[in-house]
T-cell receptor
Framework: DAGVTQSPTHLIKTRGQQVTLRCSPK?????VSWYQQALGQGPQFIFQ???????QRGNFPDRFSGHQFPNYSSELNVNALLLGDSALYLC?????????????FGPGTRLLVL | DAKTTQPNSMESNEEEPVHLPCNHS???????IHWYRQLPSQGPEYVIH???SNVNNRMASLAIAEDRKSSTLILHRATLRDAAVYYC??????????????FGKGTSLLVTP
């Protein structure tokens, strides 16, 4: 059983560009969450998708947007990239009652903005 | 959201028990205590969670204070593979306050041979 997969593993962009990151959830999971982890910090919640809708959003600007597809996979889009967007982007999937269920994380996509 | 306080770092010898503390003095009655850990160059992984009673699983034990204002993650026999950042996270009851995991900075555990 494949766990959470993310692509690409690494990415280099320049300021002002746009980027799309992809995530496939663990089999049987219907909920996808995205987190940003800056170097030396804990992951910060960006948003969560359930039933193709954004269910909750963290304190991130509108440049960060997402999508969930009918097969539960998800994309994270970041527009007008800033140097400060350089980070590890983590996707987590889950199923079941919110608040108690375990979130399973992928290995992340490391984004470098030059 | 109720906050947690953890030491920045701890060190342990291999094959010895490790007690990782977490303070959460403002915990509410419906907050679950979750622990995740993040090994180097990997995403976080679930370790254990509990509400009021102590919990055991194959990875660790969770000891919860009677007043629930603190908890301790116990690794019974640390191995080099247990070197990671350990995060203590409070999560409210389903749908009560959202679905995010609110990570702090965690405790960086160093295990030496």
């Amino acid at each position: 059983d494949a766990g959470v997969t993310q692509s690409p593993t690494h990415l280099i962009k320049t300021r002002g560009q746009q980027v799309t990151l992809r995530c496939s959830p663990k089999s049987g999971h219907d909920t996808v969450s995205w987190y940003q982890q800056a170097l030396g910090q804990g992951p910060q919640f960006i948003f969560q998708y359930y039933e193709e809708e954004e269910r909750q959003r963290g304190n991130f600007p509108d440049r960060f947007s997402g999508h969930q597809f009918p097969n539960y996979s998800s994309e994270l889009n970041v527009n007008a990239l800033l140097l400060g967007d350089s980070a590890l982007y983590l996707c987590a999937s889950s199923a079941g009652l919110a608040g108690v269920e375990t979130q399973y994380f992928g290995p992340g996509t490391r984004l470098l903005v030059l | 959201d109720a906050k947690t306080t953890q030491p920045n770092s701890m060190e342990s010898n291999e094959e010895e028990p490790v007690h990782l503390p977490c303070n959460h003095s403002t915990i509410s009655g419906t907050d679950y205590i979750h622990w995740y850990r993040q090994l180097p160059s990997q995403g976080p992984e679930y370790v254990i969670h509990g509400l009021t009673s102590n919990v055991n699983n194959r990875m660790a034990s969770l000891a919860i204070a009677e007043d629930r204002k603190s908890s301790t993650l116990i690794l019974h026999r640390a191995t080099l593979r247990d070197a990671a950042v350990y995060y203590c996270i409070l999560r409210d009851a389903p749908s009560a306050s959202g679905y995010a995991l609110n990570f702090g900075k965690g405790t960086s555990l160093l295990v030496t041979p």
